[in-house]
T-cell receptor
Framework: SQELEQSPQSLIVQEGKNLTINCTSSKTLYGLYWYKQKYGEGLIFLMM?????EEKSHEKITAKLDEKKQQSSLHITASQPSHAGIYLC??????????????FGRGTQLTVWP | GAVVSQHPSWVICKSGTSVKIECRSL??????MFWYRQFPKQSLMLMATSNEGSKATYEQGVEKDKFLINHASLTLSTLTVTSAHPEDSSFYIC????????????FGQGTRLTVV
């Protein structure tokens, strides 16, 4: 089965700093999703990327999918304590996969200290 | 975004008993619902996919007789952990999707199950 590798596993940054989280797959990604999770809670949808080279932004968070559709990055500009949490990348298992049927990376634990 | 609610948020049960977890889509009809399991500091592992009115499709390695899934309506799916054991203790999360609502799956807040 396809695996998603996320890096780094954890990240501690000072408030105001920029940071990047990566998500890499050995196979083509069919729909790449970024979610944020607070420990012990559900997932909050951030962004979805589908086309090679696609880039989306929401507030201070930007996500990109490379041309080969095997790697995605999530970039946070001027981080704030509210950005703290676990960031998960998820992807569809195959091109014809049921919408929402995803497999996930292990997540990146982000801590932002003031 | 659309709202998915899980109940209960946490539950403690005795070993050997069964526990039912509910997943409801509150403001949309979920054509498909999914159940995931998450261990501490681990990824979400897809357990099964359920469509309203049909049998759930379980992922490889997931015991269907252990984890009973019922999707009786377009807004409700239930996961029953039968004859629970301490190794079933985990965080269970459901999600729901409908192409007419959006391209993403909407997640519940999760249920923390502790079997003692």
């Amino acid at each position: 089965s396809q695996e998603l590798e996320q890096s780094p596993q954890s990240l501690i940054v000072q408030e105001g700093k920029n940071l990047t989280i990566n998500c890499t797959s050995s196979k083509t990604l069919y729909g790449l999703y970024w979610y944020k999770q607070k420990y012990g809670e559900g997932l909050i949808f951030l962004m979805m990327l589908q086309k090679g080279g696609e880039e989306k932004s929401h507030e201070k968070i930007t996500a990109k999918l490379d041309e080969k559709k095997q790697q995605s990055s999530l970039h946070i500009t001027a981080s704030q304590p509210s950005h703290a949490g676990i960031y998960l990348c998820g992807a569809a298992r195959d091109r014809g996969s049921t919408l929402g049927r995803l497999y996930f990376g292990r997540g990146t634990q982000l801590t932002v200290w003031p | 975004g659309a709202v998915v609610s899980q109940h209960p948020s946490w539950v403690i049960c005795k070993s050997g008993t069964s526990v039912k977890i509910e997943c409801r889509s509150l403001d949309f009809q979920a054509t498909t619902m999914f159940w995931y399991r998450q261990f501490p500091k681990q990824s979400l592992m897809l357990m099964a996919t359920s469509n309203e009115g049909s049998k759930a499709t379980y992922e490889q390695g997931v015991e269907k007789d252990k984890f009973l899934i019922n999707h009786a309506s377009l807004t409700l799916s239930t996961l029953t952990v039968t004859s629970a054991h301490p190794e079933d203790s985990s965080f269970y999360i459901c999600s729901a999707s409908n192409r007419r609502v959006g391209r993403e799956a909407f997640f519940g807040q999760g249920t923390r199950l502790t079997v003692v």
